[in-house]
């Protein structure tokens, strides 16, 4: 069966990754695995490995963590954060100019700081730390730190795959792999019919990390997310148990030279609550756009990937990308440029010389 032109997609592919324990049907998901990622940018995977217990405990963990009291909450501001790290409420990020509908907790690899005032060190070295972690739920640490684990490992697993899809050595893209991973846990509240729009998150292309692997944390009833398909429709993204979503990040498109799109998406707000854990595969912060776009430029330049390749709606093409667009020279400084920018709170607080600069550069 022939695959749906790219603009024409209405329903987001699905791919059992157990496809790929015997060599016999292998070449079955890598063809699978290349058309979704050349030209939608959005997929499901199914038998992906991570113990359902695993996620089962990050389910559970959800809605007594958003019922803490307020000061349990503020305890763990991220407002307090330098790392851009821990509990941000109700509007406090901004998206596309917009403040989102959305409560959230964000956790990462537990890392060492390194960066000191006076050092010679970029400034974006500032962004590893540790999670602060609420005091009154101490069961929480294990369960997201096994969480991130087994994310990691399953990221790890995917990218050989995405490696061989692309006719490239399995362990290709894991030399530009951070040592440092996020996770959010976002709440999106139930929003009255009368709000205008109604957007959780506006649309946006993920600009935290290579790729993301989204579990849809709410019943399958529960709507809001959408994808932006090459004709410039918005198609629905709904929860199928068993599965993670997962989309191509900004830094994965610069090092495909364009060939494997980040795609454009948003999150509809709803008459019912929604929860959602995104985990973003990190981007090793040293990583020039230079070398992201040069180290693989002969192999993807080739006729094969860009034979009736489509192109972007004019939506899409609208939605902000500084590393994409050149505004800044290494992977860590378009990610210092994107907090600041969402989180304007924390970028005043700990970012003084360069947040005005961020804020007004396009």
């Not at 993920?206 to 994808?227: E, R």
């Not at 610069?254 to 854990?277: D, I, M, P, Q, Y």
């Not at 899409?316 to 709170?345: N, P, Y």
């Amino acid at each position: 069966m022939t695959s749906p032109p790219a603009e024409t997609i209405t329903a987001i592919p699905r791919l059992d990754l157990a496809l790929a324990r015997d060599t016999a049907t292998e070449a079955q998901l890598l063809a699978q695995l290349r058309y979704a990622i050349t030209n939608v940018g959005f997929l499901y995977i199914e038998n992906h490995g991570v113990p359902d217990s695993v996620i089962g405990q990050v389910v559970d963990a959800l809605p007594a963590l958003f019922a803490l009291p307020p000061s349990a909450k503020d305890e763990v501001s991220l407002a307090r954060s330098p790392h851009f790290l821990g509990y941000s409420g109700d509007g406090a990020e901004v998206t596309a100019g917009k403040a989102d509908r959305r409560e959230q907790f964000e956790f990462a690899t537990e890392l060492t700081p390194k960066w000191a005032q006076g050092q010679d060190m970029p400034l974006y070295e500032r962004l590893r730390g540790p999670n602060p972690w609420p005091s009154v739920f101490p069961q929480l640490r294990p369960v997201i730190e096994c969480y991130i684990k087994e994310m990691t490992d399953l990221g790890e697993r995917f990218l050989r795959l995405v490696a061989k899809a692309l006719s490239l050595p399995a362990e290709t893209f894991l030399s530009f792999l951070s040592d440092q991973h996020r996770l959010k846990l976002v709440r999106y509240p139930a929003l009255p019919d009368s709000e205008e729009h109604r957007l959780g998150v506006g649309p946006h292309k993920d600009s935290s990390g290579w790729w993301t692997f989204l579990l849809q944390a709410s019943p399958p009833h529960v709507k809001g997310l959408q994808v932006l398909n090459k004709a410039g429709e918005w198609v629905h993204v709904p929860n199928i148990p068993g599965t993670f979503v997962v989309n191509i990040g900004q830094a994965f498109e610069v090092v495909t030279n364009g060939v494997c799109k980040a795609t454009t998406h948003r999150v509809l707000g709803g008459s019912l609550e929604r929860f959602s854990v995104p985990f973003f595969q990190g981007v090793r912060w040293d990583l020039t756009k230079e070398e992201a776009v040069g180290t693989l430029a002969n192999h993807f330049s080739g006729a094969q990937f860009h034979k009736g390749s489509p192109a972007e709606s004019d939506e899409a093409s609208k939605v902000d990308s500084s590393f994409l667009k050149g505004k800044c020279d290494t992977w860590g400084e378009s990610q210092l440029r994107t907090k600041i920018r969402s989180h304007q709170d924390v970028g005043k607080a700990f970012y003084g010389p360069v947040f005005h600069k961020y804020l007004s550069d396009g």
